[in-house]
């Protein structure tokens, strides 16, 4: 019998690199379209999650948190690079570049509800289900966490492009310690509390429409 590290690892990997993968290729594939070849030049508009994973921050440190049973998750992939300047129109473009992380996450949660009811009515390995199930997950809690509205996650610069000029400016300017505002607000419990646990109940509410 397996160790049961390892048959977690077996569980969360594919579908955690999967989504890592498709997030971070999304943006790259987004700002392609919208003028910036950054990402595309460097490589970085591929489904190969060589070029996008970091060992550490993809993988390890989440499953530790999870397998922990810490009361958040945590974890953070290489960033696709994106010129701003470069799009064609830059304050709404990069709204979409944004966005099409956290979408790409959430369009496989829904593509792992449909495996999860197949192989439900196949009845199928029971490994293969507890993977759908990590696929949902994973995918749901990725694009949760990327959404808070606080710069450099992708919720944050969706809020740039959104706001007016004088007031984005002003909120960029926050990227450089954001993700120390936001471990600071998970380590405390406002994160789970007030975004990550509402928007996972919502978005499990969602794609629990299309199991059948």
Do not use: C
Not at 141 to 153: D, G, K, R, S, T
Not at 183 to 197: K, S, T, V
């Amino acid at each position: 019998m397996l160790p049961s590290w390892i048959y977690q690892l077996i569980i969360d990997a594919p579908p955690l690199i999967l989504a890592i993968t498709l997030h971070e290729a999304a943006h790259g594939y987004a700002a392609k379209h919208f003028g910036d070849y950054t990402a595309y030049s460097l490589g970085r508009v591929t489904l190969n999650p060589i070029k996008h994973i970091d060992p550490i921050g993809t993988f390890l440190i989440p499953l530790i948190l999870k397998l922990s049973g810490a009361p958040f998750l945590f974890g953070y992939a290489k960033p696709v690079p994106v010129n701003f300047n470069a799009l064609r129109n830059p304050k709404q473009n990069m709204i979409w570049v944004a966005l099409a992380g956290p979408a790409s996450n959430f369009i496989q949660a829904i593509l792992w509800t449909f495996v999860f009811s197949f192989i439900q009515m196949s009845n199928a390995l029971d490994l293969l289900l507890q993977m759908a199930k990590a696929g949902i997950y994973w995918n749901i809690v990725l694009a949760a966490f990327n959404l808070f509205p606080i710069p450099p996650l992708d919720g944050g610069r969706i809020m740039v492009g959104l706001l007016p000029r004088s007031y984005a400016a002003k909120f960029a300017k926050l990227e450089p310690i954001g993700i120390f505002v936001v471990i600071g607000l998970a380590m405390i419990g406002l994160l789970g509390q007030f975004w990550m646990n509402p928007l996972i109940s919502l978005s499990y509410s969602i794609v629990k429409l299309f199991v059948f």
